[in-house]
Nanobody
């Protein structure tokens, strides 16, 4: 079992930034892709970004592509999501998840281990 813990969420005004962190409990997670998925109130979970096992490939939701950056440090089993130019529509609970695969897939069903989520609220 891999435990996943997110941190760094909060409340900001539109145009500002947040940086989310995600730490996995086992080094074996370093061989898998890591992703961020969000869920807004009343909506289904939505893929946001993912990074491959070695950090060489990333994948983003189109609406965040020019504003968010995902990265990882395999040595510490930690992943990050830098979110810039935040918009009110980015308000959601953000979940970090460890994929079953080495490549960054977009489907939430491809992720095996999930964190509890961190609330990010962006006010206008």
């Amino acid at each position: 079992q891999v435990q996943v813990v997110e941190s760094g969420g909060g409340s900001v005004q539109a145009g500002n930034s947040l940086r989310l962190s995600c730490t996995a409990s086992r080094r074996t997670a370093s061989n898998n892709a890591i992703g961020w998925v969000r869920q807004a109130p009343g909506s289904e979970r939505e893929f946001v970004a993912a990074i491959s096992w070695n950090g060489g490939t990333t994948n983003y939701l189109n609406s965040v592509k020019d504003r968010f950056t995902i990265s990882r440090d395999r040595a510490t089993s930690t992943a990050y999501l830098q979110m810039n130019l935040l918009k009110p529509q980015d308000t959601a609970i953000y979940y970090c998840a460890i994929s079953r695969h080495a490549v960054p897939c977009t489907a939430p069903t491809t992720y095996q281990y999930w964190g509890q989520g961190t609330q990010d609220t962006v006010s206008s």
